[in-house]
């Protein structure tokens, strides 16, 4: 058997605290908004103006504090969403060269509008299915090394207070992004990102981030980023997070994270926050209908989720069980004309419907042991 994630996760999905997004998206009529506060401090940030002769040397140290905000939602279809990004920022700056004065700024810093679209996602080996070898049921599966991947389109709107402005106007945003699975508390995300794009201030940038979930509620990040920018004038960096996060209820999460930032003219810059996610989900899983002999089973499709990782096994550890409240629709088999075939064994069929009854009874308990574990969850 194999098993698939799916866009919507029973519990929320966010991209904080760390820089990196996900091919996945929120799923349809699901609406999230991920906030929080940040404290930026720099040091010594160096650049040149080149448009004079010779070129003049700038350097200013700063103190900067903030909030950031995303809005995602998941509209039309499953594997699109439409997401909006903004930071409103105040920044204080002091310039050391090639005068010493002050300046200061506060209005939005970043005003992005984008869609992200899944393009692949992978499908892994349902192991609990292996009961002929314990080495098979635990060993890696090498199908998790193909990961995921969407795609990325943005527009950065100019929208922003003078201080930030980037001087060439509106830009284009792209990216790919790709998620591998390494376990089932293991993920590794990656983004390649090419920001305001054909304009003297574009710049790619590389992520790599890896989560971990220590427990049902808590999980931890570490992360890596590096920019490469196309105006010489400004300097690349290099940026290296951790945090964690916290799953208060299934549609609620809090974050905290450090960033050290590291620049190629010695600055040393670090950038403290903290936040919460929340969605209103009113997702509607598409059904799955599954035939066991006669007998016709509907299920929700399967998802999975970064604190979403405890599996009840379906039929003795398969797909992850129904939430749905409708019971088990089971048919009745058809009746059978008459034939020249031999006559059935009455045995044979006796055995087979109680077998069959035993699954129905199986999967009935799994979804209410589901059922009672997210309520418990929901209190909490």
Same mark, same amino acid.
């Given at each position: 058997?194999?098993?698939?994630?799916?866009?919507?996760?029973?519990?929320?999905?966010?991209?904080?605290?760390?820089?990196?997004?996900?091919?996945?998206?929120?799923?349809? #009529?699901?609406?999230?908004?991920?906030?929080?506060?940040?404290?930026?401090?720099?040091?010594?940030?160096?650049?040149?103006?080149?448009?004079?002769?010779? &070129?003049?040397?700038?350097?200013?140290?700063?103190?900067?504090?903030?909030?950031?905000?995303?809005?995602?939602?998941?509209?039309?279809?499953?594997?699109?969403?439409?997401?909006?990004?903004? +930071?409103?920022?105040?920044?204080?700056?002091?310039?050391?060269?090639?005068?010493?004065?002050? /300046?200061?700024?506060?209005?939005?810093?970043?005003?992005?509008?984008?869609?992200?679209?899944?393009?692949?996602?992978?499908?892994?080996?349902?192991?609990?299915?292996?009961?002929?070898?314990?080495?098979? =049921?635990?060993?890696?599966?090498?199908?998790?090394?193909?990961?995921?991947?969407?795609?990325?389109?943005?527009?950065?709107?100019?929208?922003?207070?003078?201080?930030?402005?980037?001087?060439?106007?509106?830009? &284009?945003?792209?990216?790919?992004?790709?998620?591998?699975?390494?376990?089932?508390?293991?993920?590794?995300?990656?983004? @390649?990102?090419?920001?305001?794009?054909?304009?003297?201030?574009?710049?790619?940038?590389?992520?790599?981030?890896?989560?971990?979930?220590?427990?049902?509620?808590?999980?931890?990040?570490?992360?890596?980023?590096?920019?490469? =920018?196309?105006?010489?004038?400004?300097?690349?960096?290099?940026?290296?997070?951790?945090?964690? /996060?916290?799953?208060?209820?299934?549609?609620?999460?809090?974050?905290?994270?450090?960033?050290?930032?590291?620049?190629?003219?010695?600055?040393?810059?670090?950038?403290?926050?903290?936040?919460?996610?929340? =969605?209103?989900?009113?997702?509607?899983?598409?059904?799955?209908?599954?035939?066991?002999?006669?007998?016709?089973?509907?299920?929700?499709?399967?998802?999975?989720? @970064?604190?979403?990782?405890?599996?009840?096994?379906?039929?003795?550890?398969?797909?992850?069980?129904?939430?749905?409240? #409708?019971?088990?629709?089971?048919?009745?088999?058809? /009746?059978?004309?008459?034939?020249?075939?031999? &006559?059935?064994?009455?045995? +044979?069929?006796?055995?087979?419907?109680?077998?069959?009854?035993?699954?129905?009874?199986?999967?009935?308990?799994?979804?209410?042991?589901? =059922?009672?574990?997210?309520?418990?969850?929901?209190?909490?």
């Amino acid at each position: 058997m194999q098993i698939s994630w799916a866009q919507y996760t029973e519990v929320i999905n966010s991209r904080r605290p760390g820089f990196a997004d996900s091919p996945y998206g929120v799923g349809t #009529k699901v609406y999230q908004v991920e906030g929080g506060l940040f404290y930026k401090n720099t040091g010594n940030y160096l650049f040149w103006d080149f448009t004079s002769e010779p &070129p003049i040397q700038n350097n200013y140290s700063s103190k900067a504090f903030g909030t950031d905000v995303t809005f995602r939602t998941g509209q039309f279809f499953e594997k699109l969403e439409l997401n909006l990004d903004l +930071a409103v920022q105040n920044e204080n700056r002091d310039y050391k060269s090639p005068e010493v004065y002050s /300046a200061s700024g506060f209005g939005f810093s970043k005003l992005t509008v984008g869609a992200k679209y899944l393009v692949y996602k992978p499908t892994y080996t349902d192991k609990s299915k292996e009961i002929r070898s314990w080495r098979a =049921r635990h060993s890696f599966d090498k199908k998790r090394l193909i990961p995921a991947v969407g795609v990325y389109a943005g527009l950065n709107t100019n929208l922003l207070q003078e201080m930030f402005k980037n001087p060439d106007g509106i830009s &284009p945003k792209f990216a790919i992004f790709t998620q591998n699975d390494l376990s089932n508390k293991w993920v590794v995300l990656t983004n @390649f990102i090419m920001d305001h794009a054909f304009t003297d201030y574009s710049e790619n940038s590389f992520i790599l981030t890896t989560t971990y979930s220590l427990t049902q509620r808590w999980s931890a990040f570490g992360e890596g980023q590096a920019f490469f =920018r196309k105006q010489k004038s400004i300097p690349n960096d290099f940026q290296f997070g951790a945090g964690g /996060a916290y799953l208060i209820h299934k549609n609620m999460q809090a974050d905290l994270s450090g960033r050290m930032i590291f620049d190629e003219r010695g600055d040393n810059t670090f950038l403290l926050g903290g936040g919460v996610s929340w =969605r209103l989900d009113n997702h509607k899983d598409k059904i799955i209908r599954q035939k066991i002999d006669n007998n016709e089973v509907r299920l929700k499709e399967d998802s999975g989720g @970064f604190f979403n990782k405890i599996t009840f096994g379906l039929f003795a550890g398969g797909a992850k069980a129904s939430q749905n409240k #409708k019971m088990p629709n089971v048919k009745p088999a058809k /009746a059978k004309t008459r034939s020249l075939e031999p &006559p059935v064994n009455k045995k +044979a069929m006796r055995a087979k419907k109680k077998n069959n009854k035993r699954l129905i009874k199986q999967q009935k308990e799994k979804e209410k042991a589901e =059922r009672k574990y997210y309520k418990k969850l929901e209190k909490n």
